[in-house]
């Protein structure tokens, strides 16, 4: 098979972690909607998410410990025009902690104190919130094969790949749809990027405990049919793969996305065993061969 040199890499729709890639440009969209703040901050990685919290509490006092110095020599016990002082009294008010060291002694500084206090009020339970919303979010611990690989099944070539629960639950009513993505040029000379729906041989699966090997038949009615390895690179394919479910646990609908490219789909190849039985009767599912493919015999 060959491959062009000059071809840039093949952009994913989904990546490997099973995210909606971040390398693609948006032109005429504002980058910060504060409509869509709340869905901004569920969306961030939880060290940027510490980190703005940290920085966002660093300036609030430090905004705060100028406010007080405004005023003079407002705080009890203060150093007059200590910044330090300051900024330790306001992250005492914001923190209601009230050592008794340092109180305000003036007006200006007593209503600096309550609107702090309102302040802090609100930006704790806005914060506890948030975490909570991140920490309560439903995410399901599934992983799909590396690779998806296509093989004669029953006589008929059959694109498999595998998906499987690393939780010790169940995923109840478990449903998996499949979908090519390839480059076309319409008659008209358009240029098109094209979603057909591939048939399962089974879609659903009532409870997804172990592992599941998903299966395409490719026959006359496949978008696959009479395609190449080379023919899937030509087209910049990919296999979108999304996964839904109920968790048994906490009883919340999990989803789960993957992809395979045209170099991740790999022709007259099958997936090793993974599934064996212990002499009691159970049964015993290695996950160090989850990945592991074999020629055909």
């Known amino acids: 098979m060959k491959i062009h040199r000059n071809r840039p890499p093949q952009a994913r729709l989904v990546s490997r972690k099973g995210?909606?890639?971040?390398?693609?440009?948006?032109?005429?969209?504002?980058?910060?909607?504060?409509?869509?703040?709340?869905?901004?901050?569920?969306?961030?990685?939880?060290?940027?998410?510490?980190?703005?919290?940290?920085?966002?509490?660093?300036?609030?006092?430090?905004?705060?410990?100028?406010?007080?110095?405004?005023g003079g020599d407002c705080i009890a016990n203060a150093?007059?025009?200590?910044?330090?002082?300051?900024?330790?009294?306001?992250?005492?008010?914001?923190?209601?902690?009230?050592?008794g060291a340092m109180y305000p002694r003036t007006d200006y500084a007593n209503t600096m104190v309550t609107i702090e206090a309102l302040f802090g009020l609100w930006g704790v339970a806005m914060v506890t919130g948030l975490a909570f919303s991140r920490f309560s979010r439903p995410t399901a611990r599934v992983i799909f094969s590396r690779v998806a690989?296509?093989?004669?099944?029953?006589?008929?070539?059959?694109?498999?790949?595998?998906?499987?629960?690393?939780?010790?639950?169940?995923?109840?009513?478990?449903q998996q749809r499949?979908?090519?993505?390839?480059?076309?040029?319409?008659?008209?000379?358009?240029?098109?990027?094209?979603?057909?729906?591939?048939?399962?041989?089974?879609?659903?699966?009532?409870?997804?405990?172990?592992?599941?090997?998903?299966?395409?038949?490719?026959?006359?009615?496949?978008?696959?049919?009479?395609?190449?390895?080379k023919d899937l690179i030509e087209c910049q394919a990919e296999i979108v793969i999304t996964l839904t479910g109920i968790d048994d646990t906490v009883s919340q609908t999990i989803h789960a996305r993957h992809s395979f490219v045209a170099s991740e789909i790999i022709w007259n190849m099958r997936f090793v065993d993974i599934i064996s039985r212990t002499p009691d009767g159970g049964r015993v599912v290695d996950y160090t061969l989850f990945h592991e493919v074999k020629p055909i015999e």
Not at 79 to 99: C, E, H, L, N, W
Not at 149 to 174: D, H, S, W
């Open 79 to 99: 150093r007059p025009g200590s910044f330090k002082d300051a900024f330790y009294f306001s992250v005492q008010t914001m923190a209601t902690i009230g050592y």
């Open 149 to 174: 690989v296509i093989a004669p099944f029953n006589g008929v070539p059959t694109l498999m790949y595998r998906a499987g629960n690393q939780r010790f639950n169940q995923i109840l009513e478990a």
């Open 19 to 70: 995210q909606f890639p971040l390398n693609i440009v948006k032109l005429g969209v504002p980058r910060l909607h504060f409509a869509d703040l709340y869905h901004k901050l569920l969306i961030l990685s939880w060290p940027q998410f510490f980190m703005l919290i940290c920085c966002s509490y660093i300036l609030t006092n430090s905004l705060f410990a100028l406010a007080y110095l405004a």
């Open 178 to 229: 499949a979908t090519l993505i390839r480059d076309e040029v319409t008659s008209e000379g358009e240029f098109m990027r094209r979603f057909y729906d591939l048939q399962l041989v089974r879609s659903q699966s009532p409870i997804f405990a172990l592992t599941w090997t998903v299966m395409h038949t490719i026959d006359e009615s496949s978008p696959l049919y009479q395609l190449t390895a």
